[in-house]
């Protein structure tokens, strides 16, 4: 079985902590990676605190990122426009 690698480029954000079964904290992070000397993508996934363990996770290039913030920005638009009436 080949090895995964992986190279965390850029922390962009915490999204939740949780503490696991074991009592151990798992950390659900943003973060800008480069898995198996890739293109970095943003990845959306649970960490230990040493970023030793992931947990599974979502990957997305910049075209997805991008098309995920626009859906996101208009679903709270949409929110808003609603809470207004």
Not at 25 to 49: A, C, F, G, Q, T
Request: charged share 35%.
């Amino acid at each position: 079985m080949d090895t995964i690698t992986f190279n965390i480029i850029k922390h962009l954000g915490i999204l939740s902590k949780r503490v696991d079964p074991n009592g151990e904290e798992r950390i659900k992070e943003v973060n800008l990676v480069s898995w198996n000397h890739k293109e970095p993508v943003i990845d959306i996934r649970e960490w230990d605190e040493d970023h030793n363990i992931a947990g599974r996770g979502l990957m997305l290039n910049m075209a997805e990122a991008e098309k995920l913030e626009r859906i996101l920005f208009f679903e709270r638009m949409h929110r808003t426009h609603d809470r207004e009436e």
